[in-house]
């Protein structure tokens, strides 16, 4: 369990001068991750950068999104008193990306973000603490205009399909704004935004018997160079015709301090840093309405700083419970407030780099401080990409004339099939788009120029640029996003489209990286992009390979394509295996098809082989011949001839063209730890054997002072470590095994790998609460369950590094809170209390705030 961030305690008394009536605090979190959806599977694959877990969203989601939900108050006994869930206090925006990520991954996290609007909206007079955002962080000043409108219009939608209602205000990107950008938003009905401090080029306060949006402002503008702009207030920006938008710009010191200075360290000390946001009584004589409000990612609250959601917890409630200002949210204070002041923003300007918004297209200077590096990559990256968005409009104007009343409003109108590919959704926008019924290759056409467009803006995410290196994980993503464009391109507009790839590489060329290994954008494309290219041959290659270590259903999906099986043996020779197939892959993005026939050989561990061919079971030729080389294999397998089977296989399709490699990247890492498993099960007996062998002498020389041979000590390290690990995974929890090999390890200086145990404790210990959640209604099974949970959490005291119990935790509170625990035993309550407080939950204190929702 954490320390606290700062444990609750009597407030100070306010200054008998202060009036906390006219004082607001809000605090915005910027939640986001780039889309890292692989562009033709549209799933994330496992990141390995990103262990123990799965990737880089499933990380930041426990350590962030989750624990903002449901984050802890604790007192000085470092026991939780409270749970609160700091999106209903606080203003913020999630990506829309993620929020689609979070909902099919995460849906507990998912439930408590829209949760925390409704409550938010019923805390700040009907205004929801959400904000929506340009759709997937598109910098804005950079963007054409048909592409910022899309983004702000899909960022409207995603936003009213998530929440349920209009988004007053929008996230842009970076913060990146021009005026331009805030005249788009203000048309399409987005009322204010949020900018730094330094955006702000003058201001000029609004007579009050004027209306600025209609009468020329006889008011004198006062520049405010180095972000001098007053932040206490909201700014109006006058916009073309009539229209304006609320601006609300942040402290930026005390929002410095939260990202990079240590703020979170200390709840107190957060709270009393948002309240130095408001002027003097001498400042402020009439006593007018102030707000201080700060504005960081929201990552910080957990990922960037560990513990962080505490300290916000923590400082919200303390400025509440104290009355030195009331918290509100954006909405609200301004709704309370209108501008009084009018400002204007720096033309093409962000919060993220000094330089405007080069950062995005030039080698400015803004990076992560490599020596020796430099970011001239960024240019030719985005010429690359601009070439390819304007090359493919008119080719897509093209094609999609006698299609689509108007491409451009169906391009901005398939949000909604994005966000619901439900047949009935794809049927609805057909009958509002297309010039006539589509036929179903009609439709297929329609969709997959539709997706090209969908990549054309996704290959415009803003952290392709943003850090040092082209071959980073966040660049390679946007131009394997360009890389599906170039696809969809040479399939959908022919030679035009199929000109268009060698084009974009001799502009990617001119990217040279910093890596000699790597070499250009072009190379990069080649050797990371090409390769993941895949059509339904390639899915059924997947497919035809992981059936010999899972049985699919008859009917299934695969990502994002429907599978049908139409048949399926498998023959097995000694080590050999051999199956046969046939099935039907159906995309659900683009509703293409096809059915394809399939053979693969197994010869133990990873040494596989497939083949797979197009198939059509209305052709009588198809069906003869595939007929007759089952038949073939059979015979041979029967006789045991694999050679037989492997000159039948390239005889029928003409080559084994796939392997294991050929597999998607989950399923290749479970079928090779599938197969690992045996021979690490070796290795670990192996190196256990010589531990336990030689533990006496490792023993003695530890105790003389002399260092143990490197082979005795890897052997050591290695047998302690998996023994750990085993032993706390173990369905029949041992707490003595583990004390005592604990203590072996010690003796023996061992080091504990730390990051693997307590992640593995963690998992064990949510195991263990979700067994006794299942088991709550059965009096034995019950009782076995709360036991084996308690033990483990009493053995967790005695490990030596930090467990995430949070999810635990959440568990035990969802048991206490149930309406239907009265028939539960005296004993039974008994133990369950003493399992709260191993789990360092204050039982007889513990409030839970409207808005965590049931775990």
Known sequence: MPKSRTSPRAAKPLPASVTTGQRYVCVHGHFYQPPRENPWLETVEVQDSASPYHDWNDRITAECYAPNGASRITNLKNEIVRIVNNYARMSFNFGPTLLSWLADKAPRAYRMILDADNVSAQRYSGHGSALAQVYNHMIMPLASRRDAITQIRWGIADFEHRFGRRPEGMWLAETAVNRLVLDLMAAEGIKFTVLAPSQCARVRRIPPDIEHSAT??????????????????????????????????????????IAFEGLLNSGEAFGSRLLDGFHSPSANPTGEAELSHVATDGESYGHHHKYGEMALSYAMHWIEDSGRAKL?????????????????????????????????????????????????????????????????????????????????????????????????????????????????????????????????????????????????????QIIAYAGRVLQLAAKLFGEPGVALEAAFLNILAKAKSNLPEVGDGAELYRRYVAGIRIGLEQVGAHYAISSIFRNYPEDGELFCFDLHRDSHESFTSGRGKVALGRAHIRSRITEETEEICFAVLHLGDQNLS?????????????????????????????????????????????????????????????????????????????????????????????ESGMAAPPALAIAANFAINASLRRAIEADNFDAAEIEGLLARAAADQVAIDAQVLSFAAGQRMKRAMVQLEAAADADQTAARALRTALAIAVSLHTMPFDVNLWQAQNIWNDLSRRSDNNYWSPEWKRDFKCLGEALYISVDQLVVDEGVSAF
């Open 328 to 476: 509100t949210n954006y909405g609200e204070f301004l709704e309370k407030f209108p501008s009084e002041w009018e400002a204007e923003v720096v033309e093409d300007t962000s919060w993220s780099c000094v330089h405007g918004v080069e950062r995005w297209r030039s080698n400015c200077g803004c990076n992560g401080g490599k020596p020796g590096w430099n970011q001239h990559w960024r240019g030719p990256l985005r010429e690359a990409l601009d070439f390819l968005r304007d090359a493919t409009a008119p080719l897509a104007e093209a094609l999609a004339a006698p299609l689509l009343v108007d491409l451009w409003a169906a391009r901005d109108a398939y949000i909604d099939i994005v966000l619901d590919r439900s047949p009935a959704s794809t049927d609805r926008f057909f009958a509002r788009h297309a010039t006539q019924v589509p036929t179903a290759a009609q439709r297929t056409t329609i969709l997959e120029l539709l997706e090209l467009e969908r990549h054309a803006q996704l290959m415009y995410t803003s952290c392709g640029w943003f850090f040092d290196e082209i071959s980073g994980i966040e660049t390679v």
């Open 610 to 702: 497939a083949a797979v061919r197009r198939y059509s079971a209305q052709n009588p030729e198809d069906v003869t011949a595939f007929a007759a080389f089952a038949t073939d294999i059979r015979a041979a397998i029967r006789r045991a001839n694999l050679p037989e089977v492997i000159r039948l296989i390239d005889r029928f399709f003409g080559t084994l063209a796939y392997s294991l490699t050929s597999l998607f990247a989950d399923e290749q890492h479970r079928i090779l730890r599938t197969i690992l498993d045996r021979t690490l099960a070796e290795m670990e007996d192996s190196l256990r054997k010589i531990y336990e062998d030689h533990a006496s002498l490792l023993r003695f020389l530890t």
């Open 216 to 257: 020329v402002n006889p008011i004198h503008w006062t520049p405010t160079p180095d972000a001098t702009v007053d932040p206490t207030h909201p700014y109006a920006i006058p916009l073309d015709e009539g229209r304006s938008i609320a601006v609300f710009f942040y402290d930026g010191p005390a929002s410095r301090a």
